[in-house]
């Protein structure tokens, strides 16, 4: 099967962590890096959500599933009969088309146009509390301060237990120093795990804003046992303690959550922080570098570790109540943005932002939200709001590269890596970055180039570099240079054996040239088994077994393999070629007809439509798997 396009994305705000851990603030391993290397077909870009986000993965989809949080957060637009039904006296052509309009901007993450739509029909009927809503959420996601307190006060009046309208009303008392008022705006949003874990650490910290740390640290001893919510609070019980002068609260917390989730970026910095304000320079140095170890190394974690190792003094990581609740709704909108409550993380980054503007890290995980929301022009605003004296300057940099790659502005994206690259000859990261953009647009010769270069910055390769390997041998596969490409696959698994993509790609070139056979197929079911989820790598699997002519195998994977992924043309179509060799032909013609409703490509549809109307031929069935699957496999794990 066709190797997807891998995208590795450079570090911003996350690291490399268990995948069913989740820490406030982490991302990927440095680049060049190993992970996993996941894409978009087109822009080759790839889906960066490895969250660190102090909430373990699973726990937050089941509390989420089981508290319907999400749902009730984000109320589902109502039906026109529903939001109209009460405004008999209203033109109902103009409250629809306003809010119809604010409906289709809303499902497209236009925020700003949908908060203008939902505005327009809330001035035509004010007394419609689901058009109040829906207008509030808009004016808070798109940051209209102003609009959205306003329209908060309003809907606590009808709505008392409206969450993100007393989430808001508490950081706006907060701001102002009503640090009573901010706590009964916190207590009364307090419903729900995830509300419950977001309220009680707000009030800590309102809490120790008015002069109350002990107070503060009893809420935070309120939260649940579960071992999620037990991460919050040693990490802000940590925090709590360092601003209220509790030092040895402090460390102690700080022990306890740095001893747990070593690879916890956000922890790990804080902790150091920590200890070199403690005149403890060698236990802020262990830390960092035990961190590096098990995470590979972020430009935060490295920068932080250079300061301190030159005799530097950097401050706590969170110096004041306010910097303490920005952090929490930051952690909280960061894990629901990567969890795919994308239109809620937003606004709970934006509220992050409200409380603390200057927050680098924040402006990173709403850039990436947008990213996942594909509003990549947003996604840039927010990237431009990181100064360039930051640490993830440059990580930002070749972000917005991949962003204007997005907005089909590839020749800008090319531009600006090479100017990174002019400016730092020896960086390896906007070379790959570029390689990858060039290889996302079939321009393999020059993808191969930009790939050769980085390679030869890296010296002896380590296991973070199997990725430019893989990456060369994909384009110099592409370029038809079968040894240069089978060479590049080998080292690539010689520095990481256990990559899908690569045991993938290689696996199934072996199968399609007949070649290696048992091998191959090791390598294939491997990659099934790593990620046996993927249906991409399901299907590969089950065209292997068509092309070896296992025809009852090659079925019941591709049937598997349409179960996994039902809307992809590739995979129906070969699901048809199976059906139509075990004679089937009347269900194959059926999945080459759903294949069509697609959207393949202009080859494939002429295929597709050949094989409707003659069947599969002998030459439709060996021509390459290779260049049939490369569609599919440009998609994997998208």
């Not at 822009?43 to 993965?57: E, K, P, W």
């Not at 009927?125 to 004016?139: A, G, K």
């Not at 906007?430 to 060039?438: K, M, S, V, W, Y």
């Not at 070896?548 to 598997?560: F, S």
Request: charged share 25%; net charge negative.
């Amino acid at each position: 099967m066709g190797a997807p396009m891998s995208r590795k994305r450079p570090q911003t705000r996350r690291d490399w962590v268990p995948r069913k851990l989740l820490v406030c603030l982490g991302t990927k391993t440095a680049y060049p890096s190993g992970g996993d290397h996941t894409n978009r077909n087109i822009s080759g870009r790839r889906d960066s959500r490895n969250h660190m986000t102090i909430v373990d993965r699973a726990a937050l989809r089941r509390w989420a599933r089981r508290s319907l949080l999400l749902a009730a957060l984000l109320a589902a637009p109502a039906a026109y009969s529903e939001v109209v039904a009460d405004s008999p006296d209203e033109d109902p052509g103009t409250l629809l088309g306003n809010y119809l309009s604010g409906r289709m901007a809303r499902g497209d993450h236009d925020t700003v146009a949908a908060a203008d739509f939902y505005s327009k029909a809330l001035a035509g009927d004010p007394s419609n509390e689901i058009i109040l809503e829906q207008t509030f959420l808009l004016e808070a996601a798109s940051a209209h301060w102003d609009r959205a307190i306003r329209l908060a006060n309003e809907l606590v009046k009808v709505e008392p237990a409206h969450r993100i309208a007393q989430f808001l009303l508490g950081c706006d008392a907060f701001k102002r120093g009503d640090y009573k008022e901010a706590d009964e705006h916190f207590s009364a949003a307090r419903q729900g795990p995830i509300a419950d874990l977001t309220s009680t650490l707000a009030r800590a910290w309102v809490q120790e804003a008015d002069g109350k740390p002990d107070e503060a640290l009893a809420t935070l001893d309120s939260l649940s046992d579960a071992d999620w919510a037990q991460f919050y609070q040693r990490y802000h019980r940590a925090l709590i303690a360092d601003v209220a002068g509790k030092h040895d609260i402090a460390r102690l917390a700080f022990a306890q959550a740095f001893k747990k989730n070593p690879s916890t970026l956000r922890v790990a910095e804080a902790y150091a922080r920590h200890a070199v304000n403690a005149n403890n320079r060698k236990l802020a140095r262990d830390t960092l570098k035990i961190h590096i170890a098990k995470a590979s190394g972020h430009p935060l974690s490295e920068a932080l570790l250079a300061d301190i190792e030159s005799g530097k003094t950097p401050p706590l990581l969170v110096v004041t109540p306010a910097d303490g609740l920005a952090e929490v709704f930051y952690g909280i909108g960061d894990a629901l943005a990567g969890e795919g409550g994308l239109d809620m993380g937003i606004i709970f980054l934006q509220f992050a932002l409200y409380v603390k503007p200057d927050f680098p890290l924040a402006y990173a995980a709403l850039a990436e939200a947008y990213e996942g929301a594909k509003k990549y022009d947003l996604e840039m605003e927010a990237f431009d709001q990181i100064p360039k004296d930051s640490p993830l300057w440059l990580n930002v940099q070749i972000q917005k590269a991949f962003a204007l790659n997005s907005l089909d502005r590839v020749d800008d994206a090319k531009v600006l890596l090479q100017q990174l690259i002019a400016q730092d000859p020896k960086d390896v990261r906007p070379l790959d970055a570029l390689g990858n953009i060039l290889r996302s647009h079939e321009r393999y010769g020059e993808a191969k180039d930009y790939y050769s270069r980085a390679i030869a910055l890296i010296g002896k390769p380590t296991k973070d570099n199997w990725a430019l390997f893989y990456s060369r041998g994909v384009s110099n596969e592409r370029l038809k240079d079968w040894p240069g490409a089978e060479a590049d696959f080998k080292q690539a698994l010689e520095l990481s054996p256990e990559e899908s993509l690569v045991l993938n790609y290689l696996g199934y070139s072996w199968i399609d040239q007949g070649r290696n056979l048992k091998q191959a197929m090791d390598y294939i079911r491997k990659a099934v088994k790593l990620k046996p989820d993927d249906g991409y790598y399901v299907d590969s699997l089950g065209w292997a077994y068509f092309r070896l002519g296992n025809l009852p195998g090659a079925v019941e994977q591709l049937e598997r393999a349409v179960e996994l992924k039902p809307d992809d043309p590739v995979i129906n179509d070969h699901l048809g070629d199976a059906y139509w060799r075990v004679g089937r032909k009347l269900e194959a013609k059926y999945q080459w007809q759903q294949a069509l409703t697609l959207k393949p490509d202009d080859d494939q549809t002429v295929a597709l439509k050949q094989k409707i109307e003659s069947g599969l031929t002998e030459t439709a069935d060996t021509k390459s798997a290779q260049d049939r699957t490369t569609q599919a496999g440009e998609k994997t794990q998208q």
